[in-house]
């Protein structure tokens, strides 16, 4: 099957678009900044990118590394082979804000979603300070800060709900499943559509937890790192 190239971004927004009706995985990862080319054949594409050498992210059931690539995100039936090593990944879900209802509160304490973070979740994907933040969110109960999370705008223009926490004594009291619906609402009334977040491939409970919110399944991104030659 023949592959097509351009290296347009405006083009590569629409081939996405086509295959997907819509944006798929490879719509959060179109950073202008980063954007190298767009290949495709059929049903998969392959999105080159650049950050400290060639990195890129392949959809479709062609999906698999290029040559060039020293990194990467795969979301296909990709085996692996001998020149690439996984180092994680995680499932990507989307689904549409909330027009009603309880917006989120903001909160201003960025110490103490720090000091949550530290403790609750310390792989977060952003941090206090992070430019990529819109706004941070908390629930207080007896006067302390138990949930956070933030909603965030990457580089290529969509929304992602990231560095969801709950302290550890109070999980299981509902307090994340309330804040992302209030989240829901507030996105919406800043005028965002649609949201996504991404859950580390190992959190079962977490993927489930926000399914149950109403989330679709949208990519399983595998990570895969090239070898040095003779590892």
Sequence with gaps: MSVERTTSLLEAIDWERGLHAGCGPI???????????????????????????????????????????????????????????????????????????????????????????????????????????????????????????ALTRWASGRHIIASVATAPDERRHGHARRLMEEILVDAAHRGVDDVALGVGLENAGALQLYLGLGFVHRARLVRWRRLPLGA
């Design 27 to 149: 719509g959060y990862f179109l950073d202008p900044d980063r954007f190298v080319a767009l290949e495709r054949s059929g049903e998969t594409l392959w999105l080159t990118l650049e950050e400290e050498g060639l990195v890129g992210v392949a959809t479709g059931p062609l999906a698999a590394p290029r040559d060039q690539w020293s990194e990467c995100l795969i979301d296909g039936p990709f085996p692996g082979s001998a020149t690439v090593a996984r180092v994680g990944g995680w499932d990507l879900l989307c689904r549409a804000t909330l027009p009603s209802g309880s917006p989120a509160a903001t909160t201003d304490d960025l110490e103490g979603v720090r000091r949550l973070l530290e403790v609750a979740a310390p792989t977060s994907s952003v941090w206090p300070g992070d430019p990529h933040v819109v706004a941070w969110f908390g629930e207080v109960a007896n006067d302390r800060l138990v949930a956070v999370a």
